[in-house]
């Protein structure tokens, strides 16, 4: 990596294997390996965006039936907010996996993004539930608050993977 030794590229443009230990590579494929499913949830909330219906018969989004419209109203506009934030998470996935050079800086934003909506569906969820707003059934619940947690779970180890590569 020194000029004068013939090698003029700056380390973030060199795939990380040229310099990680064996043990942080293999951290690095299989953070990118989870973040990947999140990718699932982006294109569940492609289809709630351009179909609300559809995404409610596919069981994406709650039974109308169960849940208070303001619940509803709120699912489709995260959806609009998902599509704009969460496809991060993937994309640092798959630059993970494939040792790009940039992954640990895509992988920062990514792990953001997974803590983010993680982290915020539940807290507004809560607030929802603690309001008296209805907001589906037990099963609906538990799928619910259990996902949210994997998805904040899988970006915090993708972003501190980022982190502990970028430091």
Do not use: C
């Not at 494929?29 to 989870?34: E, I, S």
């Not at 569906?121 to 799928?143: M, N």
């Not at 259990?146 to 502990?164: E, K, M, P, R």
Request: avoid cysteine; hydrophobic fraction near 50%; proline fraction near 6%.
């Amino acid at each position: 990596m020194n000029p004068a030794e013939g090698d003029s590229a700056a380390p973030w443009t060199k795939p990380s294997s040229t310099r990680t230990p064996e043990w942080r590579k293999r951290m690095r494929v299989v953070a990118g390996a989870l973040a990947l499913v999140p990718g699932v949830l982006y294109l569940g909330q492609v289809v709630s965006v351009v179909d609300l219906g559809l995404a409610q018969r596919l069981g994406l989004q709650e039974n109308p039936e169960r849940v208070d419209p303001l619940f509803t109203r709120l699912e489709v506009w995260t959806a609009r907010w998902d599509l704009v934030w969460l496809w991060t998470l993937p994309v640092a996935g798959v630059l993970m996996i494939g040792d790009h050079g940039w992954w640990p800086f895509v992988a920062l934003i990514g792990g953001s993004a997974g803590v983010d909506t993680g982290g915020r569906e539940l807290a507004k969820w809560l607030g929802l539930r603690g309001h008296g707003v209805g907001i589906g059934g037990p099963s609906d619940r538990r799928i619910f608050v259990g996902g949210l947690l994997v998805i904040g779970i899988i970006g915090l180890l993708v972003g501190l993977t980022g982190f502990v590569e970028a430091v």
